[in-house]
């Protein structure tokens, strides 16, 4: 890699090499992130008459990202490159576990099928114990515990509490009373 020395710096830097490419394209991915993640905003409708609205976040989001996307871009046109990892907890023969991806995939599949059915709190705790178990928990049962309580608590903060939609679970509108299957 051809290097030039940075004045009253003491190091060399990279020119226009792999790793300074690669910088400035996760750069790039980042500043994109923002930009998408701004418009979203922007596209969010807000009821009447709310101080704060469900736009908070998103545009919290979309600042923090644009903010370290611009700093990334600058910083990688200065020809300030992050370390090359060097890898030593790397095993290059290692060969994919694709059970392992295949269990993770057949999760998330089954998350999208049954949020409706199960709600929000049970898909959670199948998700979090799921894939704590799928990744080799000594304890599954205190993973998919601790995935039953945060889902009850998201659903309580967010579904109950600012009124924001979660799905209750139509397996459960027994518990909540009618809704759209009974109701």
């Known amino acids: 890699m051809t290097t030039t020395e940075v004045p009253g710096a003491g190091t060399a ?18 500043f994109g992130l923002g930009v998408f993640a701004l418009v979203g905003a922007f596209a969010i409708r ?37 370390p090359r990892e060097e890898g030593e907890d790397i095993d290059p023969d290692a060969k994919t576990d694709w059970w392992t991806i295949l269990k993770l995939v057949a999760l998330l ?14 898909v959670a705790a199948l998700l979090f114990g799921g894939v704590a ?18 889902g009850i ?17 139509a397996a459960f509108d027994w518990w909540y009373g009618p809704g759209p299957l009974f109701g």
């Open 13 to 30: 830097r990279p020119r226009w090499g792999a790793d300074r490419i690669g910088n400035a394209i996760f750069a790039g991915v980042v």
């Open 46 to 82: 807000v009821p009447a008459g709310q101080a704060i609205g469900p736009q908070v976040f998103p545009f919290a989001v979309a600042l923090i990202l644009l903010g370290s996307g611009g700093a990334l871009v600058v910083a990688a046109l200065r020809g300030q490159v992050a």
């Open 109 to 122: 599949v089954a998350v999208l099928l049954l949020l409706e059915l199960l709600g929000w709190w049970m």
């Open 133 to 150: 178990w799928t990744l080799g928990a000594k304890r599954p049962w205190v993973a998919f515990l601790a995935g039953l309580v945060i």
């Open 153 to 169: 608590g998201t659903q309580l903060l967010f579904g109950e509490g600012l009124g924001l939609f979660l799905p209750r679970g």
